[in-house]
């Protein structure tokens, strides 16, 4: 039993994070209980998931001590809660690496601003996760680690934020941050099963490497609930939590399935999950329309470009030389040397882009766009470090075409489970909205998720057990 409302620590592993946080103002729950509970299932899962390449025990229930005794607690909107930190942003005493194993750099001295504002809201930092080498890949691992996928074990959790989504997924915490620069937040929910969303630029302060790739990268969260996602949203924006209001008429949806890769597609439980989800739309009244939104291969040069520049880019503001990466990252930074020498990195690029896309979604009266996320189920977790550039790159763009445009035009768009495939892993699909449509966004995952609830953790690894939805 704990020592604050009598739940044993498994009653209090897997509650959503809204509801722990209502319990701790409410001194139902203290923070240190909380925060002890979620220590003890992540000593359990993570010899299995790989999830954490640091956990920082002590100071996460210091700083639960300190929730528990603020005369602001009564005001925090994550009170007491878990939350988990991407390794490749500030947390104040520890080191910074950006999945390089040679950076070895001083502890930082404080917070990035969005691990500010998570810690104001009363959320407790338990750990920092793993990430792939200077975050550029759709699998999670390193020397000496692979991350595993809770849903299955013999899968990744995708990248780049798949430590944070697989702790996720597990019920380590209820949030993690992540970031997203071409997929890094939604590729890592589609595997696990979860809610994100991939805020529009400038929604959310950056602070990501040295340039935040160029502009295309973006901090945001994974949760389980759509309501802990908004929550975990408005406090990175600096807003106020708010419910979140209807638009007060039926939605104008574009369905597209099309890939902008080409050679690459949806196979058939990823079709099969915009479909359930285009049906559930209208039978709630909204209006579908097949559009495919115009995805140039100008577009795809322009993302191309701040990913390749970004890994050379990063590893300098890190202060690793080329020789101290892997080997596909230090050919991944050679070319993106090159790519920046040559001013290949256009700001015309993406506004072009951006402008079409706006003209997109305008000149039909579109509210938002729906795809799939991915082709199929994640790639196997195994080393891929040690693997090539080439077969690094080729298995993410056959994998994950539908995300990076995204980043390149700087526009929201949000990701949530759609069923299960015939295996057993998480089904997903993606929704895009014009610049500002983070609200909107997260309204309609809401109404999704009360038509068609998902399970909210891995089953293996679920702490509610049977509690939880069945799958759909």
Sequence with gaps: MDASGGLPAGRIVGLPATELATRVRSGELTAVDVVRAHLAHLDEVEPRIGAFRVVCREAALAEAHAVDTALTRFAMPLAGVPVAVKDNVAVAGEVCTDGCAARSGPPETRDSEVVTRLRRAGAVVVGITRVPELCLYGATDGPGTVSRNPWDTARSPAGSSGGSAAAVAAGVVPIAHGNDGMGSLRLPAAACGLVTLKPGRGVVPGGIGADDWSGMAVNGALATTVADLAVAHAVLAGEEPTPLEAPGRPLRIAVSTRSPVPGTGA??????????????????????????????????????????????????????????LQPRSRTHARIGRVVRAAGLVRPATADRFRERMVRFFAGEALDLLLSPVVTGPPLPARPWHERSFLANVTANARWAPWTAAWNLAGLPALVLPAGTRPTGQPLAVQFVGPPGAERRLLWLAGELERRLPWRRHAPVFDPAGASSPAPI
């Design 267 to 324: 196979d058939g439980p990823a079709r099969a999950a915009v479909d359930t989800v285009v049906a559930a739309l209208t039978a709630a009244g909204h209006t579908v329309v097949r559009r495919d939104p115009p995805i140039t291969p100008g577009a795809a040069a322009g993302a191309l470009a701040r990913w390749m520049a970004g890994a050379a880019d990063d590893a300098a503001h890190l202060g690793v030389p080329l020789a101290g």
